[in-house]
């Protein structure tokens, strides 16, 4: 059995190709709000105020103070990448085969951490993107109605280059290719609320030959859909998981 990795009822190719799904339980740890639970995002504000091309064409100031707070929330010297995104760069680092990291925060953390093979589903709170010329950029200041495009220039075009409901996530061809070859699909840090993320693990389960794991604080929602399951905080759980996978 040197060649495979053995974790509760699974066994794992050394070799094989792993595709990790993150959400915002990963870098709950680290200081930054998760959506769903009491205490989360939605608590506070309404999607349909927030969180769709409908509210940004109806009160697009309301929708920069949004992601201006944030984007300023995120650049303060306290967020760090925390145990868990350090445990996913090791893996990526070491594992015997391909490691692609999807993750559906918006923030910086993995890439901090050292992920490299990593797609933004939803996007990054840190880049802009303007709505005239499709140009995106690194963006780290506020934005506001008069915010210019630096490429063509024209003014009050840009927002935030994020993923709103009713919009296209980024790279899904990438990402179902990936998850229909891999080895392993692991999801962690996220409720399981959100389409299409919350269907990578059934297909997993249909079209490909990969086996499941959870690794969230509580049962998610597809619970049930998953082989395997690690319950408690991610700073915890994932450094821990990482070292039954690479010893
Ligand atoms: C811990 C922890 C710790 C806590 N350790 N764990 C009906 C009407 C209209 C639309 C739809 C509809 N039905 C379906 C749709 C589609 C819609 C959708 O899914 N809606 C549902 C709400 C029903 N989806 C879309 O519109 C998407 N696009 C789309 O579908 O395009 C069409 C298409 C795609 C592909 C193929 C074919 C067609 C776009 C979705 C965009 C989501 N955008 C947001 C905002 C992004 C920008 C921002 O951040 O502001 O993305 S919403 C928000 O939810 C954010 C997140 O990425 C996403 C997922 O949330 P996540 O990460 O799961 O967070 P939580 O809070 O839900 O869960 C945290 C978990 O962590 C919990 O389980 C905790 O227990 C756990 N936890 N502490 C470990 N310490």
């Known amino acids: ?24 339980g990963i870098s709950k740890e680290s200081g930054l709000s998760t ?9 506070t504000v ?21 992601y201006n707070e944030r984007r300023a929330g995120l650049q303060d010297p306290k967020i760090k990448p925390n145990a868990a995104h350090e445990a996913l760069a090791r893996l990526e680092a070491e594992w015997g085969g391909d490691v692609l990291l999807v993750t559906q925060n918006i923030d910086n953390l993995h890439a901090r951490a050292g992920s490299r093979n990593l797609v933004h589903m939803h996007g990054e709170m840190l880049k802009g993107r303007c709505e005239s010329c499709g140009f995106v950029c690194d963006w780290v200041e506020t934005m506001d109605r008069q ?26 061809d ?6 229909n070859k891999c080895g392993l699909f692991i999801s ?23 086996r ?8 998610s929602e597809g619970i049930v859909l998953f082989d ?19 010893g």
Request: proline letters at 6%.
């Open 212 to 219: 499941t794991v959870e690794l969230n604080l509580e049962p």
């Open 1 to 24: 059995m040197r060649g495979r990795v053995i974790i509760g009822r699974m066994t794992i190719a050394r070799n094989a190709d792993i595709v990790i799904l993150t959400g915002a």
């Open 228 to 246: 395997e399951a690690r319950h408690g905080p991610a700073t915890r759980i994932v450094p821990d998981f990482v070292n039954e996978l690479i």
């Open 35 to 43: 959506f769903r639970d009491a205490d989360g995002i939605w608590s």
């Open 46 to 66: 309404r999607i349909e105020d927030v969180a769709t091309p409908e509210a940004f064409a109806r009160d697009p100031d309301r929708v920069h103070d949004f």
């Open 188 to 210: 962690i840090g996220t409720s399981g609320n959100v389409y299409p993320a919350s269907g990578f693990v059934s297909q997993v389960r249909m079209h490909g030959t990969g």
């Open 174 to 179: 990438r990402i179902y290719e990936a998850l």
């Open 147 to 172: 915010s210019q495009c630096p490429h063509c220039e024209v003014d009050g075009h840009m927002r935030v280059h994020v993923v709103w409901f009713g919009e296209m996530p980024f790279e899904m």
